[in-house]
């Protein structure tokens, strides 16, 4: 970190966008997690921004940057690029504002994303199949027709906006040691800590921020090793809301100065993560919003103090929801996939199921198959979907099937 640690918008800057943002914007809940402050050893809260207004925290930069628009740029109209919370927030921002706005999403958006947009009074339009794409057509559209085009995160008054999260977690929990936040390009993050690190300056505190990335999208790691914005290449991942190649510029001098550590965390941990947030807290996340409980639960975040975890968004589709438990179950092992060669005879499924009955675990789904590549002519392939209870009960229904004779191939 720098030894001049504040760029960007001032204390100033802040309050005068929560004056605006909170217009439009909800004043989300901050729960207490009994079972990750018990995980940490300190107490943790979860700042709910997954129950905001559109679902994410986007509306709050979108609506502060629309807010700073002259009249005549305001007659000219928005543009935007996006698939999902960015479309959303500056969809409402725009109808609230009486402003036309254009949105580019991708062919293959999801349904929900793409209907709450134009629910909000947008014009979508699709076009090509990855982010990349819409963002160029945005910017050909801003430059053809005169309108201004939104960013999602390297503007001053979107950082401003998203900042306005950071004053309600200091007001909700004003002696706070540590807040965990959700990065892609960085624009929330660059607002929260930015806010948080001033005003704690002021009072001689200090406090830890620290930025969570998807290990599969992850370009801040490698950009404060380089000293500047790097792109890398993004691979696949669930957390498709911080999925960015290169990290804002603003942002990033932002970033570089006032946060103190950046972790990263898998799908697997996303997926577990959102599952503990169903399970213990009762709260829809989608996974980018859930990289900060996911870095908690991988041990990442230690000698935290009071920490505040934001969840940013809670947009998640439902077929994407259904893929993503499933994931999680398994990696809490609550979920087995098993692969075995069985003789061909009469009476074998029907011995396999006893033993996983006799090791009280659940056959949920059942593959029986002569035609497997790896079966002899005299052997068939089952595939068994198993519900277990954790991990000494996978050992323990692996060991009675083993014990029995058989090979049990776990199938991930």
């Known amino acids: 970190m720098h030894d001049t640690p504040f760029v960007g918008p001032t204390m100033a800057d802040f309050e005068a966008a929560r004056a605006k943002v909170s217009e439009v914007a909800k004043l989300t809940p901050m729960e207490s997690s009994a079972f990750l402050s018990e995980l940490l050893g300190s107490p943790v809260f979860l700042k709910c921004e997954n129950l905001q207004r559109t679902g994410s925290y986007k509306i709050r930069g979108a609506y502060n940057r629309l ?24 969809a409402l921002a725009a109808r609230e504002l009486g402003i036309k706005a254009t949105i580019f999403m991708p062919v293959g958006v999801a349904l929900p994303k793409l209907q709450a947009t134009r629910n909000y009074g947008a014009e979508v339009v699709l076009r090509g199949h990855t982010v ?9 559209f801003a430059e053809n027709t005169g309108a201004v085009l939104i960013p ?29 936040v959700p990065i892609g390009g960085g624009g929330l993050i660059a607002g929260v ?10 009072e001689g505190r200090t406090v830890r921020i620290i930025g969570v990335q998807s290990a599969n999208a992850a370009p801040y790691p490698p950009s404060l090793r380089n000293g500047e914005p790097t792109e890398i290449v993004i691979q696949p991942t669930i957390a498709d809301g911080i999925a960015v190649s290169k990290p804002g510029v603003l942002n990033f001098e932002i970033i570089s100065r006032v946060v103190d550590e950046i972790v990263t965390v898998t799908d697997d941990d996303i997926a577990r993560a959102i599952l503990v947030l169903l399970e213990r807290a009762k709260l829809v996340v989608e996974p980018a919003g859930a990289v900060s409980v996911a870095a908690i639960l991988t041990g990442q975040v230690t000698n935290a103090g009071k920490t505040v975890a934001i969840l940013s968004g809670g947009n998640i589709d439902p077929l994407v929801m259904e893929r993503v438990i499933a994931r999680g179950l398994a990696a809490s092992d609550r979920y087995l996939k098993l692969r075995l060669l069985l003789p061909d005879r009469p009476g074998q499924l029907a011995r396999v199921a006893e ?54 191939r776990v199938q991930f």
């Open 67 to 90: 807010t700073k628009l002259t009249a005549d740029e305001r007659a000219r109209g928005v543009v935007a690029a996006s698939a999902g919370n960015h479309a959303q927030g500056v």
């Open 132 to 140: 990349d794409e819409p963002l160029r057509a945005a910017a050909e």
């Open 152 to 180: 999602p995160f390297d503007h001053a008054d979107v950082v401003a906006g998203q900042g306005t999260l950071g004053l309600e977690i200091l007001d909700q929990v004003p002696d706070l040691d540590t807040v965990v």
């Open 193 to 202: 800590a930015s806010v948080i690190k001033q005003r704690y300056a002021l």
């Open 355 to 408: 033993l996983i009955s006799e090791a009280n675990a659940n056959v949920v789904e059942v593959l029986h198959t002569r035609h497997g590549r790896d079966s002899m002519i005299s052997e068939v392939e089952l595939e068994l979907s198993v519900e277990t209870r954790g991990p000494e009960h996978v050992q323990r229904v692996l060991g009675r099937l083993t014990d029995a004779g058989y090979d049990p």
